[in-house]
């Protein structure tokens, strides 16, 4: 073996004398060992562990094989199977070619190989069903369960039943072959099961609750677009119970709703008795089916079936929060109608029903919810609290007016101010960094200084290069020579954008060009490497 590293020796001489663990520490270091050769008569590690006939160092091996090279890796080790007359050596190859026929649907070799006696139930992790399911081979699935193939026999990373994984991917004819072959419609995935006794430390160490996501067909069923109706109704019709809910607490329902999957919701709304069943979070369809631009008329449905719109969800967050992020002025009046709190925080966010308004950018629910007198002045630790301008309380004013501002709403700004909102030195940065003049003309009429922020106005809008706000506030009498809280005047922002036309306005009211920041950089070297670059 002269030529080969320290660890391809290691590596050939562990397959050749079956030695598993020190093989499979080797295989998943740093290097690939699996193209290394004998130098004499170039064996592999699959070659070597094969003639020595060490079954499991096998198995391990194939699974390891490159796709580009898999059929003629097997013809060499078939070969010398036959050669050193290992009979179980033979069998795991055959055992192996049969689930590769499978996925690559190939009828002709999986029938020699069935006909041969090969057992299409492997156990090491894959399964010759559970591949052919994958990739929608039908033919392959019905030759192989007219074999003998355990339908409930679960295979892949995920440890999943065969349905599993059809109804995952869409496969719906293979669905139909399964479920009239007995196919257990409730089996569930067993995600991460050799990582058990880490999971168990992990709870021990961090005293914390930790699921492993376990899955059946229909909880995966939303997931196979367009195709989710179809396979959701089939397992329906063959007796699953849509109220089953996965590791983490979630329905079928919950999952259709949660994706946006109106037809496979009403699909299981047909079945289903608890329609307010929650997931871990404490959200049930009807707060998911709002968040996620489902149907209206499913909506409506829910209700109908006994969806309680006063649900609290597990982060105090309320089915209004969620129309209100949904932009839909209709169900924001729905639920007001309901009898839901317009005034309810976010336990998360700290935020209002007015403040999702607001972000979405929709005036008509913004309107809405002022006439159904929605309090403006709520504060979330200052959120709606629009105190007198102070530098101590400056990082308080993340306010439902400055996110209309820069999302440069000038009608939503104009409602809220005339609610009562009072214009803030946030509100007019944030209008600053959007660069709506009339946005910022409308604060600045309030009587607001624009020299009174810890981050000066005119540094926020030369940055962005919106010219015509720095004209604005400096005819509004802003400081030229303002600094922000890195020590940066407006030209520094100016340089920065690449902005010829604010240079030159600012430079024109006498502003300092070698006026340094708190790194001792002036607006002229930033200018410069700003023009390299």
């Known amino acids: 073996m002269c030529g080969l590293s320290t660890e391809e020796r290691a590596f050939l001489a562990a397959a050749r004398e079956g030695r598993l663990v020190e093989l499979q520490e080797l295989l998943h270091g740093d290097v690939d060992h699996r193209l290394a050769k004998t130098e004499t008569y170039r064996e592999t590690a699959l070659d070597l562990a094969v003639m020595s006939g060490h079954v499991d160092v096998v198995r ?5 094989v490159h796709d580009g090279s898999y059929v003629k890796v097997l013809e060499h080790a078939v070969d010398a199977a036959v050669r050193n007359n290992h009979v179980l050596v033979l069998k795991v190859l055959a055992e192996h070619a049969l689930v590769r026929a499978s996925w690559a649907g190939d009828m002709r070799c999986m029938a020699g190989l069935l ?9 090491d992790g894959v399964s010759a069903l559970n591949e052919a399911a994958r990739r929608g081979h039908v033919a392959a699935v019905k030759l192989l369960l007219e074999h003998g193939a355990d339908v409930n ?14 109804a995952t991917l869409g496969r719906v004819e293979v669905v139909k072959v399964l479920v009239t072959h007995g196919a257990d419609v409730h089996a569930m995935d067993e995600v991460c099961a050799t990582m058990g006794k880490l999971v168990d430390s992990l709870l021990t160490l961090l005293d914390s609750a930790v699921a492993v996501p376990r899955l059946t067909a229909l909880h995966e069923a939303w997931s196979a677009r367009p195709e989710a109706e179809e396979v959701a ?3 329906l019709e063959h007796g699953f119970d849509p109220s089953i809910t996965d590791s983490s607490g979630w329905t079928a329902l919950l999952h259709a709703c949660a994706m946006g999957n109106a037809k496979t919701a009403e699909t299981i709304l047909k079945r289903v008795t608890d329609v307010d069943a929650a997931g871990m979070d404490g959200s049930t369809a009807l707060f998911y ?16 079936r006994g969806a309680d719109p006063l649900h609290i969800g597990g982060r105090r967050q309320t089915i209004l929060h969620s129309a209100c992020q949904r932009g839909d002025a209709e ?16 336990g998360r966010t700290r935020k209002t029903a007015l403040h999702y308004a607001v ?4 005036g008509a629910v913004v309107r809405l919810l002022l006439q159904h007198g929605v309090d403006t002045q709520i504060a979330d630790g200052a959120f709606l609290s629009y105190e007198p301008y102070n530098e101590e309380n400056e990082e308080d004013f993340d306010t439902a007016l400055s996110e209309a501002c820069a999302a440069s709403r000038i009608e939503v700004v104009e409602l809220l101010m005339k609610h009562g909102s009072k214009a803030s030195h946030a509100a007019l940065n944030a209008a600053c960094l959007g660069g709506q003049v009339e946005l910022v003309q409308a604060l600045l009429a309030h009587n607001l200084d624009p020299n009174e922020s810890q981050d000066p106005p005119l540094f926020m809008a030369a940055s962005r290069d919106h010219h015509e706000v720095v004209k604005l506030l400096l005819a509004d009498g ?6 922000d809280s890195s020590n940066r005047t407006a030209l520094y922002g100016a340089c920065t954008s690449n902005s010829e036309t604010t240079v030159a306005l600012l430079l024109d009211q006498g502003v300092d060009t070698d006026a340094q920041d708190v790194d001792g950089k002036t607006p002229v070297a930033t200018w410069l490497r700003h023009k390299v670059a």
């Open 60 to 64: 391990f091996l194939l699974t390891h």
């Open 115 to 123: 006909q041969f006696g090969v057992d299409p139930n492997q156990r």
């Open 331 to 346: 169900l924001v009046k729905l639920f007001i109608s309901l009898g839901v709190d317009v005034d309810a925080i976010d």
């Open 233 to 235: 109704l089939l397992l």
């Open 478 to 483: 802003a400081n030229v020579h303002a600094r």
């Open 153 to 166: 026999l679960k295979g892949g990373p995920r440890k999943a039943p065969a349905l599993l994984t059809a």
């Open 289 to 304: 089916a709002c968040r996620t631009g489902i149907p209206v008329d499913i909506i409506h449905t829910l209700l109908y």
């Open 359 to 362: 972000w979405d950018r929709s």
